[in-house]
C-alpha cells in the first residue's frame, strides 16, 4: 500500500475510534478535501500531489487528534511527530507541515502552489455537501453561541472560504451559485 493510503487509513481510524471530534468529521470533511484536492491536482499537475494528499490527512490533525493550543501550530507539530512512521522523508514532512500551519484563513496568505490548493480544496469541500449545517449543529451542541450568533458567524465563514480562501478563479466560477445560495440561505432561515 502506498503511503497516502497508509496515512489515509490511520486517520480514518483516529477519527472514528477516538472520539475527539464529531464522527461526521471524516466523510463530510476530510474526504470532500480529497475530492477537491484531487480536483485541483488534476488542473494544476505541476504541483507536488504527495505533498498536497499528505496535508489532506494532516491538515486538521490538531482537531482529529484533541489537542490543546492553536489549531494551526499544534496541529503542524502533530503533523512532524505523526507523519516518520510512515517513511516520509524529512524534507517532505517539512513541507507538509508548513502548510498544515497556515491552513485556516491567516493574514499570512499561502505562498506555495501546494499550500494554496490545500487552503482552497479545504474551502472548496465546504460547498460540496451539508459541512455547513453539521458546524453549525456542533456549534450549537457546544453550547457556544445562540442560534442567531450561530447563523451570523456561519454567514461570515461562507463569506471568508468564498473570498479569501478559494484563490483560483475557475473554481470560484464552479461554484459561484452554491456560494449565493448557501448565503441567501443561512441569512433567511
Ligand atoms: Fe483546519
Ligand atoms: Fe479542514
Request: charged share 30%; aromatic share 12%; proline share 3%.
Given at each position: 500500500?502506498?503511503?497516502?493510503?497508509?496515512?489515509?487509513?490511520?486517520?480514518?481510524?483516529?477519527?472514528?475510534?477516538?472520539?475527539?471530534?464529531?464522527?461526521?468529521?471524516?466523510?463530510?470533511?476530510?474526504?470532500?478535501?480529497?475530492?477537491?484536492?484531487?480536483?485541483?491536482l488534476?488542473?494544476?499537475?505541476?504541483?507536488d500531489?504527495?505533498?498536497?494528499?499528505?496535508?489532506?490527512?494532516?491538515?486538521?490533525?490538531?482537531?482529529?487528534?484533541?489537542?490543546?493550543?492553536?489549531?494551526?501550530?499544534?496541529g503542524?507539530?502533530?503533523?512532524?511527530?505523526?507523519?516518520?512512521?510512515?517513511?516520509?522523508?524529512?524534507?517532505?514532512?517539512?513541507?507538509?507541515?508548513?502548510?498544515?500551519?497556515?491552513?485556516?484563513?491567516?493574514?499570512?496568505?499561502?505562498?506555495?502552489?501546494?499550500?494554496?490548493?490545500?487552503?482552497?480544496?479545504?474551502?472548496?469541500?465546504?460547498?460540496?455537501?451539508?459541512?455547513?449545517?453539521?458546524?453549525?449543529?456542533?456549534?450549537?451542541?457546544?453550547?457556544?453561541?445562540?442560534?442567531?450568533?450561530?447563523?451570523?458567524?456561519?454567514?461570515?465563514?461562507?463569506?471568508?472560504?468564498?473570498?479569501?480562501?478559494?484563490?483560483?478563479?475557475?473554481?470560484?466560477?464552479?461554484?459561484?451559485?452554491?456560494?449565493?445560495?448557501?448565503?441567501?440561505?443561512y441569512?433567511?432561515?
Amino acid at each position: 500500500m502506498d503511503i497516502v493510503s497508509r496515512v489515509k487509513n490511520a486517520i480514518k481510524r483516529d477519527c472514528l475510534e477516538l472520539g475527539h471530534f464529531e464522527p461526521w468529521f471524516y466523510p463530510v470533511h476530510l474526504l470532500a478535501v480529497e475530492k477537491n484536492a484531487k480536483y485541483l491536482l488534476k488542473k494544476m499537475p505541476d504541483a507536488d500531489s504527495l505533498v498536497i494528499l499528505l496535508a489532506v490527512w494532516c491538515h486538521d490533525l490538531q482537531r482529529i487528534h484533541g489537542l490543546p493550543g492553536d489549531h494551526q501550530k499544534a496541529g503542524a507539530e502533530e503533523t512532524k511527530r505523526f507523519l516518520p512512521q510512515f517513511g516520509v522523508s524529512k524534507e517532505i514532512i517539512k513541507k507538509v507541515a508548513d502548510i498544515v500551519a497556515l491552513h485556516d484563513f491567516d493574514a499570512r496568505a499561502p505562498k506555495s502552489l501546494e499550500a494554496k490548493i490545500l487552503v482552497c480544496a479545504d474551502a472548496m469541500s465546504h460547498f460540496d455537501n451539508s459541512f455547513y449545517v453539521w458546524l453549525i449543529s456542533s456549534w450549537l451542541q457546544r453550547k457556544k453561541f445562540s442560534m442567531k450568533q450561530a447563523k451570523k458567524d456561519l454567514v461570515e465563514k461562507i463569506e471568508l472560504d468564498f473570498n479569501k480562501r478559494i484563490f483560483f478563479e475557475f473554481a470560484k466560477k464552479k461554484l459561484e451559485k452554491k456560494y449565493k445560495l448557501f448565503k441567501e440561505f443561512y441569512k433567511t432561515v
